[in-house]
């Protein structure tokens, strides 16, 4: 990732909107802020980072000195707190798996977005974490998740937005999980199509 928070002038907040749905669970839409304040030195940042609300808010330590927008941190940590949740596995395990995936085997490619009613230039890096893990069989109906993030340097701080999608147990079912997040003035990119994924 590239530090794009020094060329902002603080303060000032980073608003996502974030929605989750599927057939697993009920969905719900909630909102996403990351508050950039001078650091002591008066440089930009120091984070103060506020995802979801109420029950749902991940709680995570403030950030004195950001670089980088850390709100794919905070997507990626509310993730595998719900993997936990959900598989009773390891979280850490889960962050090992999404860091190999994001070194090994990310596909990037250039895509159009929009945001405040223009068209941008981004990537979208790609990952699927389980998609050839030797121990997937213990979580198999939740192993065929892909992760999508939309970076730009077109918005501030750099990310456009993510999306998190467990994909049914059969082809053509519905998603059992889909998370999103988006920037304030963009919108969500249509899904890039799916990998053949091993199925259990």
Do not use: W
């Amino acid at each position: 990732m590239s530090e794009p928070l020094p060329t902002l002038k603080p303060p000032l907040t980073l608003s996502y909107r974030f929605q989750k749905s599927g057939s697993l669970e009920p969905g719900f839409e909630d909102r996403v802020a990351i508050d950039l304040r001078a650091a002591a030195d008066g440089t930009c940042c120091a984070v103060v980072g506020r995802f979801l609300s109420g029950e749902r808010a991940v709680m995570l330590p403030d950030i004195e000195q950001a670089k980088s927008n850390p709100v794919l941190l905070y997507f990626l940590e509310h993730d595998v707190r719900d993997m936990n949740r959900l598989t009773k596995g390891s979280a850490a395990y889960f962050r090992k798996r999404i860091r190999l995936a994001i070194a090994d085997d990310a596909t990037v490619r250039d895509v159009a977005l929009t945001y405040q009613g223009r068209t941008i230039a981004g990537r979208l890096i790609e990952i699927e974490p389980y998609r050839n893990d030797p121990t997937r069989q213990r979580y198999a109906r939740y192993a065929d998740k892909a992760y999508h993030f939309y970076v730009s340097d077109a918005v501030p701080g750099g990310i456009y937005g993510m999306r998190s999608v467990m994909r049914g147990a059969t082809a053509g079912e519905p998603p059992l999980i889909v998370e999103q997040m988006f920037i304030e003035g963009g919108s969500a990119p249509a899904e890039p199509p799916a990998k053949e994924t091993p199925r259990s």
